[in-house]
């Protein structure tokens, strides 16, 4: 990822208005900033919701509240908690997250 072109700043998140987003269960909210090609985004997923499609974009994401399930369309599943991140690469490893309880999330890409 290369950084260039963006000054200083601060976001207040609670400022940013959130776009609803469904799953094929439950509800994400996302609450976005982008910077040039870099997707900066706060995303609260409801309890129950399930990904309606395998992602092939890639990102880092921290958790920063609840659990998120994520799973690879090889089969392997990762679970995060409040101060797990994961890393991905765009187009290397496609993937889907679901929650039963609700998850609040960092992520850029």
């Not at 700043?9 to 987003?21: L, N």
């Not at 094929?24 to 910077?35: D, H, I, K, L, Q």
């Amino acid at each position: 990822m290369q950084m260039s072109g963006i000054p200083f700043g601060t976001t207040d998140w609670s400022q940013i208005q959130p776009t609803e987003h469904k799953g094929e269960s439950g509800v994400a909210y996302w609450r976005t900033r982008n910077f040039g090609p870099i997707r900066v985004r706060m995303v609260e997923y409801t309890p129950g919701y399930v990904a309606d499609h395998w992602c092939v974009k890639g990102h880092v994401l921290l958790c920063t509240e609840g659990e998120l399930h994520t799973e690879l369309q090889d089969g392997r599943k990762f679970t995060l908690r409040p101060g797990m991140s994961y890393q991905v690469a765009d187009n290397a490893e496609p993937h889907r997250s679901c929650t039963e309880v609700g998850a609040k999330l960092f992520i850029v890409d």
